[in-house]
């Protein structure tokens, strides 16, 4: 019987597993509801129970399973691992591992054989991951509250914090100020706290892109404001090749669509690696999530690493 993979990636808005071949073809995919362990988790688990099985019944006849990887996110908010990881061995009769959803992503980027390397992700939030060998290391990701630096949120809250600076030192608004203050409707600066209190971590992050708008108009301050949040994670980044003893010229790659999709931002980011580390390599990242679960999986049928 042919042998086969499934990977899973669990997230807030989906949960997609894909059926793979021991060489990386896809045999079949399907996507099935909100896998966020971290929000709803009960409903999370059930969700990604099912995606599973109905990729298991279609497969399970012709393909022994040698693996099943899953990466979820919120992972760390589940109590009993053993506990849940037991009830998917049992029901699926194969080798069952579970990783954070970001730890996914990073292994887009080292595939099967690459043995170091860091990874930005800055989207709504932000961390940074950096491997070496069979050791990883989170730099940030420590949410909206605590940091996220160098995100779409966090540049949001910062042009908000100007703008509060402005008004209680007595300074007229700047342009970036009446612009962004068109923009959501309002009159005043002080019209600007019942949108932070009242909007999502999202709804805010979906402001960023008016910002790189400002700032590709030429506004100076925007301009400013997406350089130091390319410095922040850049500054992350720096942090994971001293604390991992990376190599000089070890690869960065990015995920996430504030980085990806501002090169402002990204140019800062290098720029600031490479005032400490100027051999350190920027590659593109051109495959999903979902792909590095395949090559996690492969790494620990091939040379029993653990995750």
Known sequence: MNECILCVDAGGTKTEVVAYTLDGKTIT???GGSGNFAFEPDLAIENVFQTLKTVYDQISDRYQIRLILMGISGYGAVADKEGFLFR?????????????DAKLALYTLVKENLQEAVLVLAGTGSACYGMKGDKTLLIGGWGHLLGDEGSAHHVVLETFRLMIRDEDEGRPPRPLSKAFLNHLGLTSTFDVKKVVYSWTKSQLAALAPFLVEQAEAGDPDAQRLLKASGEALGKHVILAFQRLH?????VIGCQGSFIRNVPMVKQAMIETVHRIYPKAQLVEIEERPIRGAYYLARRMLRRGERI
């Open 246 to 250: 990376l190599s000089p010229n070890a």
């Open 88 to 100: 998917f061995r049992s029901a699926f009769r194969t080798d069952v591992h579970a990783v954070d």
């Open 29 to 31: 995919t399907h996507f």
